[in-house]
């Protein structure tokens, strides 16, 4: 799917939605190929976001893939306006949906692919039934619904965990890492094994925020080169 691992995938929830295409190409200049969106309900999460009329606007704004990332209790109702929107991967999450099976399946019959993201609370056994259906697990690395949290660190040996769960099954889905990416945390979880590395605020509140997309994936570069 990727040959450039890891990516680091701007969460344009930090954005400055009334500049909202300038904000994009900074990311883009500063080598970012993902763009992440954070769908939220107000009532899986405790806030609202946007919805499909902002992701056709940022799939407007410039070339990436949107890495589409639903916070929403009824997913299904939502998929095909997304995917109409421009979203190139869509995930739901494990807790929101009693039949996750079904909606990873509605994503892939809509064409493009499918994630499945979890709570820093949830055991990743639930994950196991699901983990031959998609491309990417975004494991949560804050209580979704906000950007501007700080990065929970049992997120670490969950990532290892997963990464066993995957070598076992001989699998190759993506690991994404979400929330609280930093500057100062982003080389070691790159090292844990990450593939794709959310970061909202850490960018989009930068001064330069091509420079600092561009710290972010030098780092998560470096990262990777000294895997545990
Ligand atoms: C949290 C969202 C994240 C968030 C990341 O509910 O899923 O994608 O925007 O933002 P930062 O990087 O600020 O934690
Ligand atoms: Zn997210």
Redesign the pocket.
Known sequence: MINNLPLVAP?I??ADFSNLEKDINSTLEGGAKWI?C?IMDGHF?PNISYGPAIVEATKKSGQAFLDV?L?IYNPDQYISDFVKAGAGLISVHSEATPHIHRTVQLIKDEGIQAGVAVNPGTPLTVLSPILDEVQLVVLMS?N??????KFIESTIPRLLELKTMREERGLSFLIEI????TTKNIENISRSGADVL?????IFKADNISQRTAELIKKAKLGKSTLV
Do not use: R
Request: glycine fraction near 24%; proline fraction near 4%.
């Open positions: 969460s929830l930090a992440h954070d999460v990332h916070m804050v979704p619904g906000f950007g501007g949290q979400d929330g609280g990416v959310v970061a909202g605020s850490s």
